[in-house]
T-cell receptor
């Protein structure tokens, strides 16, 4: 138990379909981050929330991607019209503001687009 | 963000100390050094972090050189379960304080 629950753990979808992932922190944290990790690479930042507000988006987050955190607790990441290049592990992390605090990552959702 | 350089892979014998180096020669005065590890098919796991002083916790020790241009993560008695990719990250005081991961070091602990 990492303190962050991500569902589903695995998702296989056909190209062109929409998918949605969910991140549920077990405890309250004001910051929530989404990362993407492709095979053999380190995680790459996608976006983050301060409470309900989405404050920064990476250039990796195309207009097919949308993320929400409606009540400042759980978050969803939706990918519309999936492409094979979207195949990756999608990781959620929670933390507090400031440099002197680490993040806690979930186990991720592995997406395979066929 | 300051860039880090790590060897792509290392081996260590079970029960011995694993010393993982990291160069971060462009680090700024207010940037922290963080270490995470990632075991296959899991999310990254926080290990330790520091600013200037050496740090120790139940998992590892972090030795930061006086000029802060490099650091070493020490796992004092490596076990097979320590086999993982270890990421050294310099964390900047940007707006989101996000972590920027590099390629990491793949540590293989062998019996």
């Amino acid at each position: 138990d990492t303190g962050v629950s991500q569902n589903p753990r695995h998702k296989i979808t056909k190209r062109g379909q929409n998918v949605t992932f969910r991140c549920d922190p077990i405890s309250e944290h004001n910051r929530l981050y989404w990362y993407r990790q492709t095979l053999g690479q380190g995680p790459e930042f996608l976006t983050y929330f301060q409470n309900e507000a989405q404050l920064e988006k990476s250039r990796l987050l195309s207009d097919r991607f949308s993320a929400e955190r409606p009540k400042g607790s759980f978050s969803t990441l939706e990918i519309q019209r999936t492409e094979q290049g979207d195949s990756a592990m999608y990781l959620c992390a929670i933390g507090q503001g400031g440099l002197n605090y680490g993040y806690t990552f979930g186990s991720g959702t592995r997406l395979t687009v066929v | 963000d300051a860039k880090t350089t790590q060897p792509p892979s290392m081996d260590c014998a079970e029960g011995r100390a694993a010393n993982l180096p990291c160069n971060h020669s462009t680090i700024s005065g207010n940037e922290y050094v963080y270490w995470y590890r990632q075991i296959h098919s899991q999310g990254p796991q926080y290990i330790i972090h520091g600013l200037k002083n050496n740090e120790t916790n139940e998992m590892a020790s972090l030795i930061i050189t006086e000029d802060r241009k490099s650091s070493t993560l020490i796992l004092p008695h490596a076990t097979l379960r320590d086999t993982a990719v270890y990421y050294c990250i310099v964390r900047s005081n940007n707006a989101g304080n996000m972590l920027t991961f590099g390629g990491g070091t793949r540590l293989m602990v062998k019996p």
